[in-house]
C-alpha cells in the first residue's frame, strides 16, 4: 500500500517529469516541495512506488520517471484540472464564433484544441444514424441534371450534384420533391432509406425512372451519414515529440491515416461522471497504440453525444489537455445547442 505522502511523491514526480523530461530525484523533490523530510525519507517512498510499478528508473541513475500505471493513478485520483487562462477562452470563442455549417464548425474545433495543447486533436462527428430528415430540396440545374440537398435535425447536410436518365422541367421537379419529402422527411437516416428502398426498382413513366435515379442517390447519402466520422488535426506535432515515444511512432501515423482505430478507441473509451476519460500508454495496446496516450471529453449534440479530445506521447500534461479538451466540448455542445435552437 502506498500512503498518502507516497502518492504526494508520485504526483511531484509526473509534474516534474512531465515538465522537464528529465528522470526526478529525491533531492530536487525535496527542493521543489514542502514535505517537511528528510530526501532519505522520500527516498523510501519512491521505493515503495517502485515496488507499486508506479515509477521507474530508466537508466542507472537515482531519478525516476512515470509508468503507465503511475500515470493512470495520476490521472484518476491526484490530477487537478487546471482553469484555462483569459486568453485560451477568447482563442476558443473567437475560432468557434460564426462558422459556416457543421464541417466548418468540426474544422474550427479540432484546430483550436491542437493550438491550445500542442498535441494532435481529435472529434467525433455527431453521429447522424439517429437523426431525422427535416428537408430535401431538389434544385434543377439543367433538363438532365439536378443538385440533392439533404438536411438532418443533427445539423447533418449533403449535397449532391447527379445526371438524371430523362430531362425534367420545373413541373416535373416539384412532383418528384413533393413524392420523396411525403416518403422520408421527419423519418430516421435508418428508416428513410428503407422506404426508398423499393423505389428502385420497377420500370414505368420516364418521370418514375427520374425518380429512381434520385431515390438511389439519396439512398447512398442516408448511408454516408450512417458512417461515423473523424476529423483531426496537429499530426504534425508528433515528429516534433517523436522523443517522447519510447518506440516508433509509425503506427500512430497509420491510426490517423486510417480514422477506423481511433473511431473504435475513442468510442469505447470509460469517462468519469463529468464525462471527461483518458487512455493511458499500454491500455491502448488492442488498438496497436501502445505508444500513446488519449485524453477526451464528452460533448452534447442534438442526435446524442460524442467525443472531443487529444492523442500524443503518455508524457503529457493531463491536467492540461483535459481542461482544455473539456472547455472546447463545453463551448462546442453550446454551438450546437444554439444552432438547434435557431432552426
Do not use: W
Not at 503511475?70 to 484518476?76: K, L
Not at 491550445?116 to 467525433?124: E, R
Not at 434543377?140 to 450534384?161: K, Y
Not at 516508433?248 to 480514422?259: D, K, N, R, T
Amino acid at each position: 500500500m502506498v500512503s498518502e505522502r507516497g502518492l504526494q511523491v508520485l504526483r511531484a514526480i509526473v509534474q516534474d517529469y512531465v515538465e522537464t523530461h528529465e528522470p526526478v530525484g529525491s533531492r530536487s523533490i525535496v527542493d521543489r516541495y514542502s514535505f517537511g523530510v528528510s530526501a532519505a525519507t522520500i527516498r523510501n517512498d519512491m521505493a515503495l512506488l517502485e515496488d507499486e510499478e508506479l515509477i521507474t528508473a530508466p537508466h542507472t541513475s537515482s531519478g525516476r520517471v512515470p509508468t503507465d500505471k503511475g500515470y493512470r493513478v495520476f490521472v484518476d485520483h491526484l490530477a487537478q484540472l487546471r482553469p484555462l487562462s483569459v486568453a485560451q477562452r477568447t482563442a476558443i470563442e473567437s475560432f468557434l464564433t460564426a462558422p459556416t455549417d457543421l464541417d466548418d464548425l468540426m474544422v474550427r474545433t479540432v484546430r483550436v484544441l491542437t493550438q491550445l495543447t500542442g498535441q494532435v486533436a481529435l472529434a467525433q462527428y455527431p453521429s447522424f444514424a439517429r437523426a431525422h430528415i427535416t428537408h430535401l430540396e431538389l434544385v434543377a440545374l439543367a433538363p438532365n441534371r439536378v443538385l440533392i440537398v439533404l438536411v438532418t435535425d443533427a445539423g447533418g447536410v449533403s449535397q449532391r450534384l447527379t445526371p438524371l436518365p430523362v430531362d425534367v422541367d420545373e413541373a416535373d421537379t416539384a412532383l418528384l420533391r413533393a413524392r420523396l419529402s411525403a416518403l422520408i422527411t421527419g423519418q430516421a437516416v435508418s428508416d428513410a432509406a428503407e422506404r426508398l428502398q423499393n423505389l428502385v426498382a420497377g420500370d414505368e413513366q420516364p418521370r418514375d425512372a427520374a425518380l429512381r435515379t434520385i431515390a438511389a442517390v439519396v439512398i447512398e447519402e442516408l448511408g454516408e451519414f450512417r458512417q461515423e466520422r473523424l476529423v483531426m488535426a496537429g499530426a504534425a506535432t508528433l515528429a516534433r515529440r517523436e522523443q517522447d515515444f519510447r518506440g516508433s511512432i509509425h503506427p500512430i501515423l497509420e491510426a490517423i491515416e486510417e480514422q477506423m482505430t481511433l473511431l473504435r478507441l475513442m468510442g469505447e473509451m470509460v469517462t468519469d461522471e463529468h464525462g471527461l476519460g483518458a487512455s493511458i500508454g499500454t491500455e491502448n495496446e488492442p488498438f496497436g497504440l501502445g505508444e500513446a496516450s488519449i485524453v477526451a471529453s464528452n460533448y452534447a449534440a442534438p442526435s446524442g453525444t460524442a467525443r472531443v479530445g487529444v492523442m500524443g506521447p503518455t508524457r503529457m500534461d493531463y491536467p492540461s489537455n483535459l481542461a482544455a479538451a473539456r472547455a472546447v466540448a463545453r463551448y462546442l455542445s453550446r454551438m450546437l445547442d444554439e444552432d438547434e435552437a435557431g432552426r
